[in-house]
């Protein structure tokens, strides 16, 4: 096997850079629909979050696993 100087896969998805926290914890929402005032009430946005770098625990309901009734990452 060679040795690889120069050329290689990328190790990731550039989709997920930059790899830093977010700036704010909720999310914002950049533009609204024009109002219609013939239409009735619903759902015109939607905040969006970054995923990375937080932490989310669960608590898992699988009987007969080691981890049920127990908070997981």
Known sequence: MSHRKFEHPRCGSLGFNPRKRCRRGKGKVKSFPR??????????????????????????????????????C
């Open 35 to 72: 109002d219609d005032a013939t239409k009735p009430a619903h759902l015109t946005a939607f905040m969006g979050y970054k995923a990375g770098s937080t932490h989310i625990l669960r608590e898992v309901e699988k009987p007969g696993s080691k981890l049920h009734k127990k908070e997981t």
